[in-house]
C-alpha cells in the first residue's frame, strides 16, 4: 500500500521522510513551549508567559503547514507522538537559553533538508520550505533580543520584573 502511495507522490520520498522527522520537532518544540510557559505563569511573569503561549501555537502552526503541504502533494503526514518535554527549570534566562537552542537545533534541521531538496532537484519542496528559512531567522533573532536583556539587566528580582515587563507577546 506504502509503495503504491509513494509511486504517486509529487515530493521525493526522502524529502517526504524529513519532513515528517520535521513534523515531530515542531511539535515537540510546541509542547516545550507549553511547558515553559506553565512554568512562567506559576512563577508571575505573565509576559513571558504569554510569549510561550503564543511561541506554542506558532510550533503548532509550523507542524500542521508540514503535515498538509505532505498530504496535499500525495505524501502521507504522520500525527507525531510527543515525549521528552521537561518541566524542570532554574530560571528565566535558562528557558530562553533553552528556547534558542531550540531553534537553532531546528533551523538546522530545515537548512539540511533544503540541502537534500537541492540534491534531489526537489525544487517544489525546497520553494515550500523558503518561508520556514526566514521563519527561523526571525525566531531566533527574537530570543537572541530577549537574552541580551539579561546581560544589560541582570538576573535580579527586580531586574527579572522589568525584563518581563518589556518582552511582548504580539
Ligand atoms: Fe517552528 Fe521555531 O521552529
Known amino acids: 500500500m506504502k509503495d503504491i502511495v509513494r509511486q504517486k507522490i509529487g515530493i521525493n520520498v526522502d524529502i517526504m521522510d524529513m519532513l515528517n522527522e520535521q513534523i515531530k520537532k515542531e511539535a515537540h518544540s510546541s509542547a516545550v513551549y507549553l511547558a515553559m510557559a506553565s512554568w512562567c505563569d506559576q512563577n508571575g511573569l505573565d509576559n513571558s508567559a504569554e510569549f510561550f503561549y503564543k511561541q506554542s501555537t506558532e510550533e503548532r502552526e509550523h507542524m500542521l503547514r508540514i503535515f498538509r ?8 503526514a504522520y500525527s ?3 515525549s521528552n518535554v521537561t518541566h524542570e527549570f532554574n530560571s528565566l534566562q535558562e ?3 533553552s528556547a534558542l537552542d531550540q531553534e537553532i537545533t531546528v533551523t538546522k ?3 539540511n533538508i533544503v540541502g537534500k531538496c537541492r540534491k534531489v532537484q526537489d525544487y517544489g519542496s525546497e520553494g515550500f520550505l523558503q518561508w520556514f528559512v526566514l521563519e527561523q531567522m ?4 527574537k530570543i537572541r533580543k530577549i537574552l541580551e536583556m539579561f546581560d544589560l539587566m541582570g538576573t535580579d528580582g527586580m531586574a527579572l520584573k522589568m525584563i518581563d515587563e518589556r518582552i511582548t507577546h504580539e
Open 80 to 82: 507525531p507522538e510527543v
Open 138 to 141: 526571525e525566531e531566533e533573532n
Open 95 to 97: 528557558i530562553f537559553e
Open 69 to 76: 503541504f505532505i498530504n496535499e502533494n500525495g505524501g502521507t
Open 109 to 111: 534541521s530545515i537548512h
